[in-house]
Every structure is written in structure tokens, then in C-alpha cells.
């Protein structure tokens, strides 16, 4: 079944490429014009307390949206006409919307409640605030629509807009402009590489065809999704960067191997057979375990990591399929024109340098590192285990968060205002509680009075409004019941707050308003009830994903090797890197070193970053270990299987594979930097840092330097499984060719090397 599938391009290779290029384009299409709403949201855990808090609160007060703020500046104050008229006006315009509820603003509070709080310290400014109906699917448009004439300075009074709504607006509109320029950056550079690695710039532009093809469909696909089920608008973040990664990395080992083949004497034909029955096995395999890691996001219960997780499914399938299916029809259309435009011959007649020669694998820098990091396996396995604990130790220190408007570049209205009520207002006006008792029916009027009032004095509460008036330090203050109330038998209290709602502190008010004697049951919301939810979220679901991800792996590595101990050697390594990647990411986003890489430290990472990494990073971390198992593999079918076997059979894999894995390593490290540099939300930032580190301590550490060593430590035990084990494996398990019994020759031909390279690209 599988040699069908990847005959498909050599046997009909014209049409195939006709095919593909129709739907290239009709994917373009669909990415351009199809308008599916792309949400940046999804958070949420649906189920959670504050979930169905807010489900109650739409639903019996109109009380549940996402905030809005409009920030209101006037030279000559906030008590002057012209500013009373402006904060007027929006408040006329939120209520003539429909979408707009529990609409407050400074000039219209009733005396006695939280008043000043909407005010700044220097009475300049002042805020109208309001709940945006439509969830994240369309409260931040309807907040922009509603916004846009509002905003700007006419008559020496300036107004912003912030808060949720708008934070979550700006944000998808900056995903976009990055997810165009990430490709703008990538592309010319990746195709400097690629001339550099194929010298034949036909060669160069096919993985970047495949990419292309890939990216294009992948956004398409979504957007198709994206009308079934909510998909979040960081897939785009995702999709684009993965497919680019994976597509150019599926087509360079392909386009090697085959150029390896060839290189021993085989025709056109018998080489792509041979490519697609060794290498074309080992991509599939190699997509098989980046797709199961991807997989295991769609456990989490927030839309934002499950929507995700499909985005990682789409891009490896596609990167796949272009790779096994429509890069060796190409390959086929072109013939020996694949090698056209070799750029580095005049350059070398220029340079005055002779001609590249092949270099055996046993004359790689890759193998002889390989043998000098074996005779020195057991210092090199302990300090390199050492330099990753310590990089990785200040993950202890984690501390986990929301995104707020601070992942917006300061340039952002939303940041802009943000900013203005952290520094200059007394009341963080993001940070009230709401308190749901879904059924108070036999509760007396007193009994629902001492409840707020009870309230009222936890520490930190400004005001409560509450069915029964507004209380302030423990006493009544007035009869007005402001937004909290009583419908059928629903009781209502909103808790205005002093504390960051994302803080510790925050958390202990929670604490503490829990333990305040209800008239029944209680359900908390506000963003920092949800902040407490969307972690639990996040977090009560990583050991299932962590499970999942090493079992698939592990199964995956063992059908691939026929060994139980090579799999866990590989989940152990790839946690160390992951890990180590993880404690460098709370060094610089958390803590704030190296500048935050140009993003605010808020003293916290964004909960769902690190799930996200832990996946992606796991998934293209296994990768390479496939590909480079898959060759030391090889090496060890072709030997005596003994104990001295073993070193040269890891050598030689290595010497093979090194100089295409770091190849491969470079290139996605390209576009993960793109993807840092140009990314203008710091959590997407966050995320091609992470994704970075995670690559580099994989080609540089892993390897290069733990992987040979510890296998050295292992001897024969790294082939090792239990009889039956090994019998069914012989039966079930992957087989990339016919196994040859026999030794090689203890000098390995020159056809057998792993690119062409001239004598000094070697060392």
C-alpha cells in the first residue's frame, strides 16, 4: 500500500504536478477570499466555574461580554464640558449598538460607589467601560466597529480604546501582518541555503515549491475549518512556520537520497524507487510521530491549543504529501535538468579553487567527532547532562498567566491604554469580580443584604453592588443596586477590586471571597476567576498529553528500530532539551534578561506557550532522531551485530547523516528566528524563541555530542527488546529495504556519501 501511494508522482508525473499546481491555486483562492471569522481567543475552558458563570450572567442580566475601555484625556480636565460631552457620546453610541451591556462611565456613576476609580490620579483622564456581546468570535469586531468613530483628539479632548476586546482585535489584526511578512523573510534566505547545500538552483527552489504548496493549502484548509468549529487566528503562526520547516526538510532528504542513489551507478528511475522505498518510509515514519505530537494538543479542552493542534495535523500531512508525492513527480518532469544552474561552479573558477570532490562518510567531520566524542562517552554524557539541568533550573521558578495587553507592541491603542490605567489610575478597572448564586429563591432580603455587605470587607474590595444596594467597608451605602440584581432567583454581586487580577494577589482575594458565608452555592467569574480556570485547564490535562505523546513515541520508535531501548534513550534526550528550552524561555520572558527579547517581562509566562512548544519542539526533535536512527540502523543490519559492531555502526550513521540533519536543523532555525524577529505579539515571539533554543540544543547537544555517547555507553543493550517483541516487530515493524547480511568493506565508496562537498566544507 505505501510503495502505491508514493508511485503516484513517478507513474503519472505530469498530471500529478497539474494537479497540484490546480490546487495551489485553488487554495490561494480560498485563503484570499474565503472570509471565515479567525478568533484570537480561545482560552476558555468550556465546563469551567467562570464559564458557566458567564453563561448565567448573559442569559438572566445581559451581564457577560468582553470588556471594553475607552480612555477619555482632556487638557482641561475631566470634570470640563468638552470632556463630559465626549464621554457622553460613547456612552450613547454603546447603548444605540445593542452589543454593548453594563455599560459605566466616570460622569454617570451614582455618588457613594467606586467613582473615583475611574478616574486618574491627576484628573485628566477618565474611562467609559462596557461588556461586548459575541464571545471572541465577534465581540473584538463589534468592539472596533463600535469604536472607531469615538476615537481621536477633536477639540482638545483625546479618546483610546482598550481593554479585552480590543486587545484581542489589534491582536489578529498583527498575526496577520506577521504571518504575510514571515514568509517575505524566509523564503530569499531559505533559498540561499538550499543553493548553498544543492549548488543547482532548480534544485534549490523544489523543497521551496513544496513548502509554498504546503503553507498555501494548510491556510486554506483552516479557513474551511474554521466554519465548522472555532479555530483560533494563531494557527496562522503555527501552520506557516511548520509548513515551511517540515516541507523544506521532508524534500531535502528526499532530494538527497536520491542524488545518492544516483551517485552509485543507478538510472533516473531506480533511484527515485529506491529514495521513496528508504527515505520515503522513514519521512512517513518521521511524520507519523511530529503528527502524534500534534495530535495529543487536541486533548486540551481551550480552543486556542485544540485548534492548534488540527493546524500541526494539516501542515505535517501536507508537508508529507508534497515531499512523497508531488517532489518526485517534479523530480521525474525535470530529469537531469534538476541539477541546472549549478551557481557554485563559476564561483569556485572564480575563487580559483579545483572542482568539489565526493567525500566518504568515514572522512566526515561528523564521524570523526562522532568517534572522539565515544572514546571520551562517559565524561561527555555527565557534563552535558549537568549543562542542561542548570539551564533548565529556572523553570522552577515558573509562574504562569493570561496574555494581557502587554503582548501588544506599545505602538497599540490597546497598549496605550493599558498602560495609562496601570500607571495612572488608583483601580485597576479589569480587575471586578462577579459573584453568581444560581439559586437564591428562598433567601431573604437580609440574609442577601449581609452577604454583600460581608463582601465588602475583604481586604483589597473597593465596593460591592449587590441585589440590595452598594456596600462599601462592610455598610450599606446606598439603595441603587448598580449592575448586580435579582432575576428569577438568580442573585447577582459585582466586587470592585484594587488587585492586578492576573497577580498572586488576586488569587488569595479569590481565597478569601470564597470563604465569606453564602445564602447558597456560589460561581465566581472576572478575569481573574478565568485566569485560574484556563491554567487548571492547561495544566489538569499535561500528564495525559505527556502520556500520550510518549507512548505513541515510543511505540512509533520501537516498529522503526526493533529495539525498547533506543526509544526511551530518545524520550529521555528530548525531554532534556525540552526542559532546557523551558528554563531559558523563563529566564529571558519572565525574568526579563536579554531585554525580554524585546517584549515586556510581566514576571509571568503565558499558560499555554508551553504545552504548545512542549509539542511542536517534542514532535520536530523526534524528527530528527528518526532520520538519523533510521541511517545508523542501516549500518548495524549490514554488521555482525556485536558489541564492537556497535561504535562503528553509530559513527557511520552519524557521518552520513550529520552535515544533511544540521542542514535541515539551519533551516528550520531560520524560519523560527524569522518568526521571533518579525512576530509583533511577544507570546508568538515567546513561542519562535522556544522553538529555537529547542533546535539548537537538539542539533548542536543532542545530536552531535549525547546521542553518540550515550549509545557508546549502551553497546549492544541499544538493540536490545524481549524475544517476542523482536518477533513481532520482524513481523509488523517498518522495513526501510531489503536487508543486506552481510559486512560492507571497511572503506565505504565514495558513492555512498552523504552530499557532495569539496575537501574544506568537510572539516
Keep these: 500500500m505505501f510503495e502505491r501511494f508514493v508511485s503516484l508522482g513517478p507513474r503519472s508525473p505530469k498530471r500529478v504536478s497539474v494537479v497540484a499546481l490546480l490546487t495551489l491555486l485553488a487554495g490561494a483562492a480560498f485563503a484570499l477570499l474565503l472570509q471565515s471569522p479567525f478568533p484570537a481567543g480561545g482560552y476558555t475552558a468550556p465546563g469551567s466555574q467562570s464559564a458557566q458563570a458567564d453563561n448565567i450572567l448573559q442569559g438572566h442580566f445581559n451581564a457577560s461580554g468582553m470588556p471594553v475601555i475607552f480612555e477619555v484625556t482632556a487638557v482641561g480636565g475631566i470634570d470640563s464640558p468638552a470632556a463630559r ?19 459605566v462611565a466616570y460622569w454617570n456613576l451614582p455618588p457613594g460607589t467606586a467613582r473615583s476609580a475611574l478616574r486618574s490620579d491627576d484628573g485628566k483622564s477618565a474611562v467609559v467601560t462596557a461588556l461586548i456581546s459575541g464571545g471572541d468570535s465577534y465581540a473584538p469586531g463589534r468592539a472596533n466597529t463600535i469604536a472607531q468613530p469615538l476615537v481621536g483628539d477633536r477639540n482638545g479632548v483625546d479618546v483610546k480604546v482598550g481593554g479585552q476586546a480590543i486587545v484581542y482585535y489589534e491582536d489578529f489584526q498583527t498575526i496577520l501582518k506577521n504571518a504575510e511578512t514571515l514568509e517575505f523573510v524566509v523564503v530569499p534566505i531559505t533559498l540561499l541555503v538550499l543553493i548553498w547545500v544543492f549548488g543547482s538552483a532548480v534544485a534549490a527552489l523544489l523543497p521551496l515549491v513544496i513548502a509554498v504548496f504546503s503553507s498555501v493549502c494548510a491556510v486554506a484548509l483552516l479557513r474551511i475549518l474554521a466554519e465548522f468549529t472555532d479555530v483560533t487566528i494563531y494557527t496562522l503562526s503555527v501552520a506557516s512556520p ?45 511524520a507519523l510521530t511530529v503528527g502524534l505530537s500534534m495530535a495529543a494538543m487536541t486533548v486540551f479542552p481551550m480552543y486556542f491549543l485544540r485548534s492548534i493542534g488540527y493546524a500541526g495535523l494539516i501542515s505535517v500531512a501536507l508537508s508529507a504529501f508534497g515531499a512523497l508525492v508531488i517532489a518526485p513527480a517534479l523530480i521525474v518532469v525535470l530529469g537531469p535538468r534538476i541539477d541546472a544552474w549549478d551557481v557554485r561552479k563559476p564561483i569556485r573558477r572564480w575563487l580559483g579553487k579545483p ?6 562518510p568515514a572522512e566526515s567531520f561528523w564521524y570523526r567527532l562522532s568517534r572522539v566524542t565515544m572514546r571520551f562517552a562517559l565524561p561527555i554524557t555527565l557534563v552535558l547532562v549537568a549543562v542542561f539541568v542548570f539551564i533548565a533550573s529556572p523553570f522552577l521558578s515558573v509562574r504562569f498567566s493570561l496574555p494581557d495587553d502587554r503582548v501588544l507592541p506599545q505602538s497599540s491603542s490597546a497598549r496605550q491604554v493599558g498602560d495609562d490605567l496601570r500607571s495612572g489610575f488608583s483601580q485597576d478597572n479589569t480587575s471586578e469580580v462577579q459573584v453568581v448564586l444560581p439559586n437564591v429563591a428562598g433567601a431573604s432580603a437580609a440574609r442577601l443584604a449581609d452577604y454583600g455587605s460581608a463582601l ?43 488587585v492586578d487580577p492576573l497577580s498572586t494577589a488576586a488569587s488569595n482575594q479569590l481565597r478569601l471571597l470564597r470563604q465569606v458565608s453564602a445564602p447558597s452555592a456560589v460561581l465566581f467569574t472576572g478575569i481573574a476567576q478565568q485566569y485560574l480556570d484556563n491554567v487548571d485547564g492547561v495544566t489538569s490535562q499535561v500528564p495525559l498529553v505527556l502520556i500520550l505523546i510518549a507512548l505513541s513515541s515510543f511505540v512509533l520508535l520501537f516498529l522503526f528500530t ?202
Design 85 to 103: 460631552a465626549r464621554g457622553e457620546q460613547i456612552v450613547r453610541a454603546l447603548n444605540a449598538s445593542g452589543q454593548a451591556g453594563q455599560v
Design 355 to 360: 572542482p568539489p570532490r565526493l567525500v566518504q
Design 562 to 763: 526493533g529495539s525498547v531501548v533506543l526509544p526511551l534513550k530518545a524520550l529521555v534526550m528530548n525531554f532534556l532539551s525540552l526542559s532546557a528550552a523551558f528554563g531559558a524561555m523563563v529566564w529571558i520572558f519572565q525574568d526579563g534578561h536579554l531585554g525580554g527579547l524585546g517584549t515586556t517581562a510581566v514576571g509571568s509566562v503565558n499558560i499555554s506557550i508551553p504545552p504548545l512548544i512542549f509539542c511542536i519542539a517534542f514532535g520536530l526533535s523526534m524528527d530528527y532522531e528518526v532520520f538519523m536512527l533510521s541511517r545508523i540502523r542501516e549500518e548495524w543490519l549490514r554488521t555482525g551485530r556485536t558489541a564492537a559492531d556497535n561504535p562503528r555502526a553509530v559513527a557511520m550513521g552519524l557521518g552520513r547523516t550529520g552535515r544533511l540533519i544540521t542542514t535541515a536543523a539551519l533551516l528550520m532555525i531560520i524560519v523560527f528566528v524569522a518568526l521571533t524577529a518579525v512576530s509583533q505579539v511577544s507570546f508568538v515571539r515567546m513561542l519562535g524563541a522556544g522553538l529555537t533554543i529547542t533546535i539548537v540544543l537538539d542539533a548542536v547537544l543532542i545530536r552531535s555530542l549525547l546521542v553518540p555517547a550515550v549509545m557508546r555507553l549502551a553497546g549492544r543493550f541499544n538493540w536490545w527488546a524481549p524475544r517476542s517483541w523482536q518477533r513481532w516487530q520482524e513481523r509488523y515493524g517498518l522495513r526501510d529495504e531489503p536487508f543486506v547480511d552481510e559486512p560492507v568493506v571497511e572503506e565505504p565508496i565514495a558513492a555512498e556519501s552523504l552530499l557532495i562537498e569539496s575537501e574544506e566544507t568537510s572539516t
Design 242 to 286: 511548520l509548513c515551511l520547516a517540515l516541507a523544506i526538510d521532508y524534500t531535502l532528504f528526499i532530494i538527497n537520497r536520491y542524488r545518492e542513489e544516483l551517485a552509485t551507478g543507478s538510472s533516473r528511475d531506480e533511484a527515485l524507487k529506491k529514495t521513496l522505498r528508504t527515505t520515503g518510509r522513514t519521512v512517513t515514519y518521521s
Design 456 to 498: 465588602a470587607t475583604v481586604p483589597g474590595v473597593v465596593s460591592v453592588s449587590g441585589p440590595a444596594g452598594t456596600y462599601v467597608g462592610g455598610r450599606q451605602v446606598s439603595t441603587q443596586t448598580g449592575f448586580g440584581g435579582l432575576s428569577d432567583g438568580v442573585g447577582y454581586y459585582v466586587v470592585d477590586s484594587t
